[in-house]
């Protein structure tokens, strides 16, 4: 057999792995979706949800841990500060696509983010698109970022320091699947309430996956959210005025 021959059935081979892992993914994606496609409305919220507000963190120390379930394992998360958030969504990344493919333990058990802004930023939302551009996705070395930026002529009405201390890119674990489903529903440029808990997360043997940040000023991957991003445990989201809980 010569090498051209080789070369053929190798790319071939190719193809159809390829092609059996992105009917994997799909079949995986909309398996995902029907799990949580029909969550019930807890109850109605009569007053509007107010954004002007920063976050409210309340720290809380020794917290007994919380036992939760990521889509193939066990994790123990310890609550670091009860956490509600109100604001205006910007981004959403459900990430499901090649589910099974350099997915790490975060993925399994963080299963949604969302960009979230608050104060003046979720006042106008026409002025702020105008502005400044938002991106959440993950990147090649496995990280779930949030990017914004300006966009020319770069004469923002918002500094570069009230952007980032007026914007949240929170990784959601949620209690159940009501609350799950309820944040499925989330739209961008929906207004939302999140509440439940900052937690760090932990495997089942004690294994440390990821610390939550605990600060909205805080913008270095040094930091301790490993760049500044919140892990909620969520048990409660608000949208307009329906609540899932």
């Given at each position: 057999?010569?090498?051209?021959?080789?070369?053929?059935?190798?790319?071939?081979?190719?193809?159809?792995?390829?092609?059996?892992?992105?009917?994997?993914?799909?079949?995986?994606?909309?398996?995902?979706?029907?799990?949580?496609?029909?969550?019930?409305?807890?109850?109605?919220?009569?007053?509007?949800?107010?954004?002007?507000?920063?976050?409210?963190?309340?720290?809380?120390?020794?917290?007994?841990?919380?036992?939760?379930?990521?889509?193939?394992?066990?994790?123990?998360?310890?609550?670091?500060?009860?956490?509600?958030?109100?604001?205006?969504?910007?981004?959403?990344?459900?990430?499901?696509?090649?589910?099974?493919?350099?997915?790490?333990?975060f993925d399994d058990i963080c299963l949604?983010?969302?960009?979230?802004?608050?104060?003046?930023?979720?006042?106008?939302?026409?002025?702020?698109?105008?502005?400044?551009?938002?991106?959440?996705?993950?990147?090649?070395?496995?990280?779930?970022?949030?990017?914004?930026?300006?966009?020319?002529?770069?004469?923002?009405?918002?500094?570069?320091?009230?952007?980032?201390?007026?914007?949240?890119?929170?990784?959601?674990?949620?209690?159940?699947?009501?609350?799950?489903?309820?944040?499925?529903?989330?739209?961008?440029?929906?207004?939302?309430?999140?509440?439940?808990?900052?937690?760090?997360?932990?495997?089942?043997?004690?294994?440390?996956?990821?610390?939550?940040?605990m600060s909205r000023t805080d913008t270095?991957?040094?930091?301790?959210?490993?760049?500044?991003?919140?892990?909620?445990?969520?048990?409660?989201?608000?949208?307009?005025?329906?609540?899932?809980?």
């Amino acid at each position: 057999m010569d090498f051209v021959k080789i070369f053929e059935y190798f790319c071939k081979g190719c193809l159809i792995l390829f092609l059996l892992m992105l009917l994997n993914s799909m079949l995986g994606d909309v398996l995902f979706r029907l799990k949580y496609a029909f969550p019930k409305i807890s109850s109605l919220e009569g007053s509007q949800i107010i954004t002007v507000n920063d976050p409210v963190q309340i720290n809380i120390t020794n917290a007994k841990y919380i036992k939760a379930y990521g889509e193939k394992d066990i994790y123990a998360l310890q609550p670091q500060a009860h956490y509600s958030i109100s604001g205006m969504v910007v981004t959403k990344n459900t990430n499901f696509w090649f589910r099974d493919i350099m997915r790490n333990q975060f993925d399994d058990i963080c299963l949604m983010d969302l960009g979230i802004v608050w104060g003046d930023l979720a006042n106008d939302r026409k002025e702020l698109y105008k502005h400044w551009k938002f991106k959440s996705h993950k990147t090649l070395g496995q990280a779930r970022q949030l990017e914004w930026r300006s966009k020319p002529p770069h004469n923002t009405p918002w500094t570069l320091g009230y952007v980032s201390s007026h914007i949240s890119h929170t990784h959601l674990i949620p209690a159940n699947y009501n609350v799950m489903g309820g944040l499925l529903r989330i739209k961008k440029n929906d207004i939302v309430k999140l509440d439940g808990y900052l937690v760090d997360i932990y495997t089942d043997k004690s294994e440390l996956v990821a610390r939550t940040s605990m600060s909205r000023t805080d913008t270095d991957p040094t930091s301790r959210g490993s760049g500044a991003c919140e892990d909620m445990y969520v048990k409660q989201v608000q949208i307009g005025n329906k609540i899932y809980k």
